[in-house]
Nanobody
Framework: VQLQASGGGLVQTGKSLRLSCAVS????????LAWYRQAPGKQRDLVAS???????NYADSVKGRFTISRDGTGNTLYLQMNALIPEDTAVYYC?????????????WGQGTLVTVSS
């Protein structure tokens, strides 16, 4: 299983970015996919998640600005980030909660840096 995040970069306050995460999951099925972020000197926090049936959950700080989605195959995860603010600056990680015949396991991508300038 591999998760490859992309789409980060440097943007100005108020602008948008779209993150993508390619999920190479072989025969594993998806329980949930999510984006986390970690700002310098802080813990890694949940940004948004989406379950196998499409239920979504967002951190209060991004509600109304960010949208999580996935393609129909469950192999690509997206995070549309609008109205970015400097407090959104962080490394963003994609996360997958997968199911196989051997049980349930969680996986992380390598992270992509988002920097929002004021």
């Amino acid at each position: 299983v591999q998760l490859q995040a992309s789409g980060g970069g440097l943007v100005q306050t108020g602008k948008s970015l779209r993150l993508s995460c390619a999920v190479s999951r072989s025969t594993f099925s998806v329980n949930a996919l999510a984006w986390y972020r970690q700002a310098p000197g802080k813990q890694r926090d949940l940004v948004a998640s989406i379950t196998s049936i499409g239920s979504t959950n967002y951190a209060d700080s991004v509600k109304g600005r960010f949208t999580i989605s996935r393609d129909g195959t469950g192999n690509t995860l997206y995070l549309q980030m609008n109205a970015l603010i400097p407090e959104d600056t962080a490394v963003y990680y994609c996360y997958a909660d997968l199911q196989s015949a051997n049980g349930r396991r969680q996986y992380w991508g390598q992270g992509t840096l988002v920097t929002v300038s004021s």
